[in-house]
């Protein structure tokens, strides 16, 4: 009796997976022991046996997902193979987890799925990064589209896919909370949140801040820092970040309806600049990189910030996915614009359009199916 009601769960498991092409565990496949079949409990077997997050690179003859040639909307800073960029190598590494199969993106199947709904990718530079990637995704699957791009104001561009009646959305906010202007000039507020009241009514928001909380100088959009009643003309960086993602922390359990909103939290997006962490010692720069590390980790670790992250959102009541990115990532030295850039610049802090930005939204699209 115990063994037919095993292979009904594995049949449910089957069909639900030639449906969705989501991922399954391929060491556990053959384990799964619940007495009870149902499709439910299947599925959290799966997905409790699988990190998308734990693995390494391979080379996948198939990739890349797109001819970025044909992309209508890849910025100067991310089209690295207009610029010039001699080797192609970095667009053929596909991650694959330790335990299970990612699914390939479906650009029409999320098309399909985000039907009348929205998705807004909220923070700085690294938002726009990925936002730009799903962007080509999407029309590399239905090039014929009917596509309407719109400013509706400093903050917000909209891409929406007419034929669905889906919109993709990127806001600036690179600190997510804000900053106002008063009699003593620009300042910080670690304690407000003013934009939610835009954010809470988008189905799906996919948020990101850190590039921005150790910027000095005149490329510094803020002269103080409130923290309470108490305006500072600087602070502990790291004890801002801290105060500001807590704000953000408390907004989404005060504001967020987890019946109409789901809500993703991207992790620190590496940079490439000192060898010494990848274990080259005197390299300043991803100019000459062109493979990732070998291996699941990384020699340097996980930056602090990553830490302050992920302590701050296990304090959240309400569910929060970490777009645990930033391991993965950290491998991949090889796939940054280095000066193969619109900008002229050396940088080894954003990545190449296609690249790896498109892994972060295949993961995206796995854990929303």
Not at 200 to 211: A, G, P, R, S
Not at 234 to 256: C, E, N, P, Q, Y
């Amino acid at each position: 009796m115990g063994s037919a009601k095993q292979r009904n769960c594995s049949v449910l498991v089957a069909l639900f997976l030639v449906c969705s092409g989501l991922c399954v565990a391929k060491t556990e496949q053959s384990q799964v022991h619940h007495s009870n079949p149902n499709t439910a409990k299947c599925r959290r077997s799966r997905e409790n046996s699988c990190n998308m997050y734990v693995g390494t690179w391979v080379w996948d003859d198939s990739f890349p997902l797109y001819n970025s040639s044909e992309c209508p909307s890849i910025r100067k800073e991310f089209d690295c193979l207009k610029y010039g960029r001699p080797d192609h190598s970095y667009l053929k590494y596909r991650w694959q987890p330790e335990n299970c199969d990612l699914p390939r993106f479906n650009g029409e199947d999320f098309l399909q799925r985000m039907e009348g709904k929205k998705i807004m990718f909220i923070g700085d530079s690294i938002s726009l990064n990925q936002w730009q990637s799903l962007i080509c995704l999407l029309h590399a699957a239905m090039p014929s589209s009917n596509v309407i791009t719109r400013d509706t104001s400093n903050s917000i561009t909209t891409v929406t896919f007419q034929d669905y009646k889906a919109s993709v959305l990127l806001f600036r906010s690179p600190y997510l909370v804000d900053i106002e202007t008063n009699e003593v000039g620009r300042v910080l507020k670690l304690d407000s949140l003013k934009n939610g009241a835009i954010w809470k009514e988008i189905d799906i928001l996919v948020f990101n801040t850190w590039l921005w909380w150790y910027r000095r100088g005149v490329g510094q959009p803020w002269d103080y820092i409130q923290d309470g009643d108490t305006i500072l003309k600087d602070m502990d960086r790291m004890v801002a970040f801290r105060k500001g993602l807590t704000t953000w922390a408390k907004w989404v359990d005060s504001d967020i309806d987890i019946n109409k909103t789901k809500v993703y939290f991207q992790g620190v997006n590496p940079s490439h600049y000192k060898g010494v962490d990848w274990n080259e010692p005197g390299v300043n720069n991803c100019a000459k990189e062109t493979i990732p590390l070998n291996g699941s980790t990384y020699p340097a670790g996980l930056p602090l910030a990553q830490k302050v992250i992920e302590e701050v959102l296990s304090g959240i009541t309400k569910p929060v996915h970490l777009l645990n990115i930033t391991t993965l990532s950290q491998l991949r030295k090889d796939a940054h614009p280095a000066s193969y850039n619109g900008m002229r610049g050396m940088d080894c802090t954003h990545w190449c359009v296609g690249g790896l930005p498109d892994t972060w939204n295949q993961l995206l699209y796995a854990s929303l199916l």
